[in-house]
């Protein structure tokens, strides 16, 4: 088992930056891929960003690519979203998620692909 925690919410103006961090307790951080996910009210969970395992490999929505960077510390077992140039149609709640089994490179932008979830961080980005 796992539990991760989300934090580095808020408020910001458009234009603005933010980092998440997601923190990870109770299970070994290393060998696990992790994603970020994100959902506005009124709307289904989507993919924003994922990392693998090692941190060789990301991958990022569309409507990010650009603007946010994900990455990991496993040594401190954290993972980082760090959100630039944010717009007003990136505030939702965001969400840090991983997997049950290891080593996993694929699919990584699928929620069903994703075992444990954090009870995420709201960002809101004013116009």
């Known amino acids: 088992q796992v539990q991760l925690v989300e934090s580095g919410g808020g408020l910001v103006p458009a234009g603005g930056s933010l980092r998440l961090s997601c923190a990870a307790s109770g299970r070994a951080f290393t060998w696990y891929a992790v994603g970020w996910f994100r959902q506005a009210p009124g709307k289904e969970r989507e993919f924003v960003a994922a990392?693998?395992?090692?941190?060789?490999?990301?991958y990022y929505a569309d409507s990010v690519k650009g603007r946010f960077t994900i990455s990991r510390d496993n040594a401190m077992k954290e993972a980082y979203l760090q959100m630039n140039s944010l717009k007003p149609e990136d505030t939702a709640v965001y969400y840090c998620?991983?997997?049950?089994?290891?080593?996993?490179?694929?699919?990584?932008?699928?929620?069903?692909?994703?075992?444990?979830w954090g009870q995420g961080t709201q960002v809101t980005v004013s116009s």
């Open positions: 990392i693998n395992w090692s941190g060789n490999s990301r």
């Open positions: 998620a991983t997997q049950e089994r290891k080593y996993r490179t694929s699919n990584l932008e699928l929620r069903a692909e994703y075992d444990y």
